[in-house]
């Protein structure tokens, strides 16, 4: 994400994404300004240097809320690993208590 304030010009927020900038020419897009912030939909454009602190916050929001934090991941991780697990315990490949001990062990218990 790349931001660039307002001031004689407008500001804008950057959602870089894997697709790229898309492009519209619809709602948003102003004459004159084929090329700019204006017709990039993944662009948030503003205007007024009073609106940079509001957009600043957006910003950092957007920064700490996106995709899964890497606890969230690691949890899914260990779900995974103790459905393996589950799944050899019910195949009778492991026993129940050695299901147990790796439960605890994956958990940190």
Known sequence: MTSKKAGVTAGQINFITAAGNQTTGGL????GFAHGAYNKANNVVFRGGSNNKDMEKLKTFVE???GPKESQAQATDTADEIA???KLLDDGTITQEE???KKKQLLGL
Do not use: I, S, T, V
């Open 99 to 101: 299901f147990d001990a």
């Open 84 to 86: 393996k697990f589950k």
């Open 64 to 66: 700490n809320n996106m």
């Open 28 to 31: 948003g897009a102003l004459p």
